[in-house]
């Protein structure tokens, strides 16, 4: 079973608009990472938010975390056409090295 | 994607014939995955491998073996492909060292896998 869900699973946006997404997970992580994926690409690592923090910025990206709702979010500001993709986010297993992810929010971004 | 290469990138092969797909890197990160991505279902681990010669499963390994004779390489094989294979695989790196580390993921570009 998938350990994160993302939520919703489609967002349509204007440009210049504010993009929220949300992951909830099952069990206690050790970080929680987001990856972007456009279409018919690899996945792209975005940001990863340790356990012990509860938000983190990078560029127009803002992620938190909330271990005790189990829960995260990843905000895009000020939205482009170009963040059009698929994002997922990826919890840690207890061994470290591999990763549970996500079914992914598809983001559409209209000019 | 990160020097990392998957061949081929398209493959339409027939049920119960083996198929081998190839992930090759050039960063020399110790851990190599490889994914199936279905609808509904995101990205589930297949294998991993986190040495040469040293592999293990993941949530989705029936039909699958792999293998990783060198650092650089590691294949995926369905031994008899179904039509229930028929998917996207991605291969992902990661590096040695601490947990940061080793959990950020570097995906190739993928493969598409039609098995009629």
């Known amino acids: 079973s998938q350990q994160g869900e993302e939520d919703p699973q489609a967002l349509s946006i204007q440009e210049g608009e504010n993009a929220t997404m949300n992951c909830s997970y099952k069990t206690s992580i050790n970080n929680l990472q987001w990856y972007r994926q456009n279409s018919g690409r690899g996945l792209v690592h975005l940001i990863l938010i340790r356990s012990n923090e509860r938000e983190k910025h990078s560029g127009r990206l803002r992620v938190t975390l909330d271990t005790s709702k189990k829960s995260s979010s990843l905000l895009i500001t000020a939205s482009r056409a170009a963040d059009t993709a698929s994002y997922f986010c990826?919890?840690?297993?207890?061994?470290?090295?591999?990763?549970?992810f996500g079914e992914g929010t598809q983001l559409t971004v209209n000019p | 994607d990160a020097g990392i290469t998957q061949s081929p990138r398209h493959k339409v092969t027939e049920t119960g014939t083996p198929v081998t797909l190839r992930c090759h890197q050039t960063e020399n990160h110790r851990y190599m995955y490889w994914y199936r991505q279905d609808p509904g279902h995101g990205l589930r681990l297949i294998h991993y491998s986190y040495g040469v010669k040293d592999t293990d499963k993941g949530e989705v390994s029936d039909g699958y073996s792999v293998s990783r004779s060198k650092t650089e390489d590691f294949l995926l094989t369905l031994e008899s492909a179904t039509s229930s294979q028929t998917s996207v695989y991605f291969c992902a790196i990661s590096e040695s060292g601490d947990r940061i580390a080793k959990n950020i993921q570097y995906f190739g570009a993928g493969t598409r896998l039609s098995v009629l």
């Open positions: 990826a919890t840690d297993s207890t061994s470290g090295s591999r990763l549970t």
